[in-house]
């Protein structure tokens, strides 16, 4: 996905003006890496060891220099406008140029983890946020904020130790040139404090919206009317953590532009009056200023058929643009009349590298760098780090196994992310030993164990409301059917593992029983009652094996839906009956009174064991005689 950043755009780089603090230049962000590579090597008084000519990553102890404001050269002033490129980060082969940058101006790489992504500092990365350090930035505004001076290079004194420590963790971490230094875990620790990273996240524009192409795709109706601002009423319908509040929170961005009014409600909380409230200020607003309004409704299947009839009329004449966000399918949970008003728009799980491109541009976002497990080195071979604020670093295969688990659900990916670092920041699990020495942390490392302690699985895999309910009941019933007791015994895991109630899969065991393997096995149906009952004494998780014994069980037993279909053709008769239905026939009832007995009841009823040889009798009303509703079919 492209992601744009101000260099891109002529207007937004003057915008963004930022000065060189060794030179004082003022100049766009977007050349402030480059012009800094240059600008220190031709003022060696501003760094604490002599520059090195190859050295065109920052060092750490190049950012004290950062502190010393050096007066610019004829050779530097002139240097900001016309920026070669930076060809630091290139060397190490680690930085693509295709690669998109995030917002704050870091390269992503669009594949993971065949290629790593740049660290914030990369090229094209903006400074670190200033409020950083103080803990009250946004990562949002990593590439927009600037505050060198007030950056507390950790390893600043080290000189040529650290110098040595941080070109070779470079390296080793694929962090480019061009770069500051790492934030320190307290400023990243900072970040992550106090709102989860999901909503810091959230994009604001259409292009940073990752996936869903399909959706909102460049060539989609979709997409031309949202930059129109011409949208329509929509139910956006997808899993959990698929981008729905973002959409809209990235139409309600726009629609500002436009004088558009957004009204937020979310039917968990809201109640009708509330509703009703916001539609009485959009006839207002429409009467009187000509202004539309957009009302979201965040998981409007919440609300019921006659609330969502609130909305009917206003949709219908124009006063609101509805959108609702649901998880759950909007054929059963949105009125028949308000959804043939509103275009639904289908979202999808995010794949897996859709939820890498999110938590690689999170991990950017907050200067945390990803150690390349392709290229192993010990980072403790390069030196100490004799400061008390450690740089965090990410495994690779953390954000990948992140991505995989959070399936599809960027939110539960965040969380987790934020999660894992904040637990390992506490800890403060460093590298280790070097030599048999020990080390003042120099970094801190978030390991593939720590993003799956993080997460929380059950929260992720399942949706004990929702569609994935619905689904997964589904695929271990088919799976039953199709006696494939491998599968069934997956589908039942994921349910189980994913937190669903135990009575209300073996509810479902004990239909089978009867529905799928009838009279071909009735013991079946003994199987699952017991299974219930045990399941009900025992509780999970103990009973999860009596559920995997019956599930196997019923996978492997044969099967027979005679009484099943049997059944459904009686239904299907009886529903298709016109007129009132036949009497029972006088034999067939019971005559417990004389007055029954004289009205003839039972009168001619053949009594079958009083019979030695097999009995003639009707036993179907007149209307019915000669049915068999074991061979033919009524449905
Ligand atoms: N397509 C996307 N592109 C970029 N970021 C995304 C995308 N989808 C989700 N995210 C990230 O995940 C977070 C959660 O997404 P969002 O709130 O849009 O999910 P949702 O589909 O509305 O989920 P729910 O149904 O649980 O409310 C967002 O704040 C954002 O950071």
């Excluded at 067939?588 to 019979?611: C, E, I, S, V, W």
């Amino acid at each position: 996905m492209e992601v744009s950043g101000p260099e891109d755009d002529p207007l937004l780089a003057q915008l963004h003006r930022v000065q060189c603090p060794v030179c004082q230049q003022a100049m766009p962000a977007a050349h402030i890496n480059a012009h800094l590579d240059r600008c220190l090597l031709l003022h060696p008084a501003g760094l604490a060891e002599p520059a090195q000519p190859r050295a065109k990553r920052r060092r750490p102890s190049e950012t004290a220099a950062l502190k010393q404001p050096a007066t610019p050269t004829a050779a530097e002033s002139s240097e900001g406008e016309a920026e070669e490129p930076d060809d630091g980060g290139d060397s190490e082969g680690r930085e693509s140029d295709d690669a998109p940058p995030t917002p704050s101006g870091a390269r992503l790489l669009p594949d993971f983890p065949g290629a790593r992504p740049a660290s914030p500092g990369g090229k094209g990365a903006g400074p670190r946020p200033a409020a950083a350090a103080g803990g009250g930035a946004s990562p949002r505004s990593w590439g927009e904020a600037e505050a060198p001076e007030e950056e507390e290079a950790a390893g600043d004194a080290d000189g040529e130790d650290d110098a040595g420590r941080w070109d070779a963790g470079a390296a080793a971490f694929g962090a480019p040139g061009g770069r500051p230094r790492a934030p320190a875990a307290e400023e990243v620790r900072q970040l992550l404090q106090g709102k989860p990273l999901a909503d810091t996240m959230r994009p604001d524009a259409l292009q940073d919206f990752v996936g869903q192409g399909r959706a909102v795709g460049p060539e989609t109706l979709l997409r031309s009317l949202l930059e129109a601002s011409e949208v329509p009423s929509l139910i956006l319908w997808g899993p959990p953590g698929c981008g729905k509040t973002t959409l809209a929170h990235i139409i309600a961005n726009n629609s500002k532009k436009h004088s558009i009014r957004f009204v937020t409600l979310s039917a968990t909380s809201a109640k009708t009056t509330d509703v009703r409230d916001v539609i009485k200020q959009a006839q207002n607003e429409k009467r009187f200023f000509k202004r539309r309004t957009i009302l979201f409704i965040d998981e409007i299947h919440r609300f019921n058929k006659s609330q969502q009839d609130t909305f009917l009329p206003h949709v219908e004449c124009g006063t609101i643009t509805l959108i609702g966000a649901t998880t759950e399918n909007p054929s059963f949970q949105v009125n028949a009349a308000l959804l043939s008003r509103c275009r639904v728009i289908v979202l999808e799980k995010l794949p897996v590298e859709a939820v890498v491109t999110i938590l690689m541009r999170a991990v950017n976002s907050l200067g945390i760098q990803v150690l390349d497990s392709s290229r192993p080195a010990d980072p403790l071979s390069h030196g100490s780090n004799s400061s008390s604020e450690p740089s965090v670093f990410i495994e690779d295969k953390a954000v990948d196994t992140l991505a995989h688990l959070s399936d599809g659900d960027a939110r539960a990916g965040l969380n987790g992310l934020q999660l894992a670092v904040l637990a390992r920041l506490s800890a403060r699990k460093t590298f280790g030993k070097k030599g048999g020495q020990s080390y003042s942390p120099s970094r801190v490392l978030v390991t593939e164990s720590d993003v799956k302690e993080g997460l929380q699985r059950s929260h992720i895999l399942y949706d004990r409301a929702g569609e994935e309910h619905y689904n997964c009941i589904s695929a271990l019933h088919k799976s039953m059917r199709g006696s494939d007791s491998s599968a069934a015994l997956y589908w039942l895991g994921r349910m189980l593992e994913g937190g669903e109630d135990p009575l209300y899969v073996a509810r479902r065991l004990v239909r089978f029983a009867s529905e799928d393997v009838g009279l071909a096995d009735p013991s079946a149906l003994t199987q699952a009652v017991a299974t219930y009952q045990g399941c009900h004494f025992i509780g999970m998780p103990e009973c999860e094996v009596l559920l995997a014994q019956c599930v196997v069980y019923l996978a492997r037993a044969p099967k027979s839906v005679e009484v099943y279909s049997a059944y459904n053709n009686v239904k299907a008769c009886l529903r298709g009956h016109q007129g009132p239905l036949p009497p029972v026939p006088l034999h067939l009832r019971n005559a417990p009174t004389r007055l029954m007995k004289d009205l003839g009841y039972g009168q001619g009823y053949k009594y079958n064991p009083a019979y030695s040889e097999p009995v003639e009798q009707e036993y179907l009303p007149q209307e019915l005689r000669g049915v068999d509703f074991f061979k033919q079919r009524w449905c």
